[in-house]
């Protein structure tokens, strides 16, 4: 069936650090989207990437669509980005299929 | 520009009861889609709406229900509440997905926790 699956499940940091989230995807989709879910349930928009490379600060994601999948980077960590981040995917069918998502904890 | 916002913010309820929560959608959205995230998991698509109909279910019984108005904002309804429906629901609106427009970037409001005791 139709899968999202995230890698690593957990990953602990030195403030600091750099770090590739990875988000594989079973078919071929309309969007992809990468959220950080802070402490209080709120999804914040990290990305919206279908394909291709885009940066935003410290945070850049690239999507490579034809071999399915996408990287999240996160580079000189700080502990602010702990939390968990989802990778969200639209296979053309008009809802975000979620993967189980990466706890990422920087530590000072 | 108003982002999304949903109440209310927590609720408890008993077993059997029932349950409405509200979502009022992005400026210029008119796609309002609900998601339930249980602890420890990714969100789950409940169902969406557009144009005040629904344009698609998940795997959810009928009990759950919902409703869009002409100012695009929406309810979600959830009948006969069970221990499992405990959850974080979270209400995301997104411009037209319907009508051959490519760009459908869903934003999510903060979420209304419901607790079933």
Same mark, same amino acid.
């Given at each position: 069936?139709?899968?999202?699956?995230?890698?690593?499940?957990?990953?602990?940091?030195?403030?600091?650090?750099?770090?590739?989230?990875?988000?594989?995807?079973?078919?071929?989709?309309?969007?992809?989207?990468?959220?950080?879910?802070?402490?209080?349930?709120?999804?914040?928009? @990290?990305? +919206? #990437?279908? !394909?291709?490379?885009?940066?935003?600060?410290?945070?850049?994601?690239?999507? /490579?669509?034809?071999?399915? %999948?996408? @990287?999240? +980077? #996160?580079? !000189?960590?700080?502990?602010?980005?702990?939390?968990?981040?989802?990778?969200? /995917?639209?296979?053309?069918? %008009?809802? @975000?299929?979620?993967?189980?998502?990466?706890?990422?904890?920087?530590?000072? | 520009?108003?982002?999304?916002?949903?109440?209310?913010?927590?609720?408890?309820?008993?077993?059997?009861?029932?349950?409405?929560?509200?979502?009022?959608?992005?400026?210029?959205?008119?796609?309002?889609?609900?998601?339930?995230?249980?602890?420890?998991?990714?969100?789950?698509?409940?169902?969406?709406?557009?144009?005040?109909?629904?344009?698609?279910?998940?795997?959810?019984?009928?009990?759950?229900?919902?409703?869009?108005?002409?100012?695009?904002?929406?309810?979600?309804?959830?009948?006969?509440?069970?221990?499992?429906?405990?959850?974080?629901?979270?209400?995301?609106?997104?411009?037209?997905?319907?009508?051959?427009?490519?760009?459908?970037?869903?934003?999510?409001?903060?979420?209304?926790?419901?607790?079933?005791?």
């Amino acid at each position: 069936g139709i899968q999202v699956e995230q890698s690593p499940p957990d990953l602990i940091l030195q403030e600091g650090a750099n770090s590739t989230l990875r988000c594989n995807f079973s078919d071929s989709v309309n969007n992809l989207q990468w959220f950080h879910q802070n402490p209080w349930g709120q999804l914040i928009n @990290l990305f +919206y #990437i279908p !394909s291709g490379t885009k940066q935003n600060g410290r945070l850049s994601a690239t999507t /490579v669509a034809t071999e399915r %999948y996408s @990287l999240l +980077y #996160i580079s !000189s960590s700080q502990t602010t980005d702990s939390g968990v981040y989802f990778c969200a /995917v639209d296979f053309n069918d %008009y809802k @975000l299929s979620f993967g189980a998502g990466t706890t990422v904890t920087v530590r000072a | 520009e108003t982002g999304v916002t949903q109440s209310p913010t927590h609720l408890i309820k008993t077993r059997g009861q029932q349950v409405t929560l509200r979502c009022s959608s992005q400026s210029g959205h008119n796609t309002v889609s609900w998601y339930q995230q249980a602890l420890g998991q990714g969100p789950q698509f409940i169902f969406q709406y557009y144009r005040e109909e629904e344009n698609g279910r998940g795997n959810f019984p009928p009990r759950f229900s919902g409703l869009q108005f002409p100012n695009y904002s929406s309810e979600l309804n959830v009948n006969a509440l069970e221990l499992d429906d405990s959850a974080l629901y979270l209400c995301a609106s997104s411009p037209s997905l319907v009508g051959g427009g490519t760009y459908n970037e869903q934003f999510f409001g903060p979420g209304t926790r419901l607790t079933v005791l």
